[in-house]
C-alpha cells in the first residue's frame, strides 16, 4: 500500500508561463494542476491513461466547482496540491482537490468523472478493479457540492470559433481547460486581475472534436456570469462563474 496512497499531495512551482499580469497564478493553470496532480494520483492506482487504454478507456472531465478562497500564488512562489477520491462506482467518480500556500487553503474543488470508452466513445463501467481503493465520501473540499448549470439563460453570441489542432488533448477532444480559457478570455480584465472570482462551476456536456464550429454564448445575472459553448445550436458546455460584483 506504499506505494498506493489513498490521499495524494505533490509539490509544485508556480512558473512565469502559468501567471497571469498580475503576476498570480491563472484560473486555467489551476485547472490544469488538479488535472496533472489527478493523473498523478491515479497513476499510482494502476489507472493511468495508459492503464486505461489496455481497456480502450480514459477517464474524461463531466463536471468540476472550483472556488477560490485565498490570494492566488505568485511566481516562483510554492504551492502544495492534494487530492482524494470521495466515492468510485462503476463508471463515475467524485474527486476533491485542495491548493495551498503557506500551509494556507487558497482554491478547493470538486469534480465528476466518467469513464470513456476511446473507441465507441460512450461511456462504461471501470474495467480495472478498485475493491482496495480507500474513499473519502465525508470528506468534501467545496462548500457547495460539482452539480448541473441551469441551461436556460437568454445568452447571446459574443465569439465564433472553429476548433484548431492546439484545442486538443491526448483523448482526441477538446480539452477541459481549453473550454474555461475561451470563456476567461471574455471575462473583463478587471475581474481577472482584481481577484474578483469567487467560484466557477463547469460542466461537460458532449465532445467538440476538431474542425467543429462553435458559438461562445454569455449572459450576466446579478453577480453570476452565464457562458454556454454550443455545436450545431446544442449546448456542449457550460460555465458559471460566481463574482464580488453585480454585472446588471
Known amino acids: 500500500m506504499m506505494n498506493k496512497p489513498s490521499t495524494y499531495l505533490k509539490e509544485w512551482e508556480v512558473y512565469i508561463s502559468q501567471c497571469g499580469?498580475?503576476?498570480?497564478?491563472?484560473?486555467?493553470?489551476?485547472?490544469?494542476?488538479?488535472?496533472?496532480?489527478?493523473?498523478?494520483?491515479?497513476?499510482?492506482?494502476?489507472?493511468?491513461?495508459?492503464?486505461?487504454?489496455?481497456?480502450?478507456?480514459?477517464?474524461v472531465l463531466s463536471t468540476m466547482r472550483i472556488e477560490i478562497i485565498g490570494d492566488l500564488p505568485k511566481w516562483h512562489q510554492q504551492i502544495d496540491t492534494e487530492t482524494w477520491i470521495e466515492s468510485l462506482k462503476g463508471m463515475r467518480s467524485i474527486r476533491d482537490f485542495?491548493?495551498?500556500?503557506?500551509?494556507?487553503?487558497?482554491?478547493?474543488?470538486?469534480?465528476?468523472?466518467?469513464?470513456?470508452?476511446?473507441?465507441?466513445?460512450?461511456?462504461?463501467?471501470?474495467?480495472?478493479?478498485?475493491?482496495?481503493?480507500?474513499?473519502?465520501?465525508?470528506?468534501?473540499?467545496?462548500?457547495i457540492p460539482t452539480g448541473k448549470i441551469d441551461l436556460s439563460k437568454p445568452a447571446k453570441t459574443i465569439l465564433t470559433h472553429q476548433v484548431k489542432y492546439s484545442d486538443l488533448d491526448i483523448v482526441g477532444h477538446v480539452n477541459n481547460v481549453k473550454y474555461m480559457e475561451w470563456c476567461l478570455d471574455n471575462v473583463d480584465w478587471e475581474l481577472l486581475n482584481q481577484n474578483q472570482i469567487k467560484a466557477i462551476d463547469l460542466n461537460f456536456l458532449k465532445e467538440i472534436n476538431y474542425n467543429d464550429e462553435i458559438e461562445i454564448k454569455r449572459y450576466n445575472e446579478n453577480t453570476y456570469i452565464y457562458f454556454y459553448i454550443t455545436r450545431n445550436e446544442e449546448i456542449s458546455f457550460a460555465m458559471c462563474i460566481e463574482t464580488n460584483n453585480n454585472h446588471l
Not at 486555467?28 to 491513461?49: D, P, R, V
Not at 500551509?103 to 462504461?124: H, I, M
Open 98 to 143: 485542495e491548493i495551498s500556500h503557506q500551509k494556507k487553503v487558497v482554491a478547493k474543488a470538486s469534480s465528476l468523472w466518467v469513464v470513456l470508452n476511446t473507441l465507441r466513445r460512450r461511456p462504461e463501467p471501470l474495467a480495472i478493479p478498485y475493491h482496495d481503493l480507500i474513499q473519502f465520501p465525508d470528506r468534501k473540499a467545496t462548500t
Open 21 to 59: 499580469p498580475n503576476s498570480q497564478l491563472k484560473l486555467t493553470e489551476i485547472s490544469n494542476i488538479f488535472q496533472q496532480t489527478a493523473a498523478l494520483h491515479s497513476a499510482l492506482w494502476g489507472m493511468s491513461y495508459f492503464d486505461m487504454q489496455k481497456f480502450n478507456q480514459a477517464w
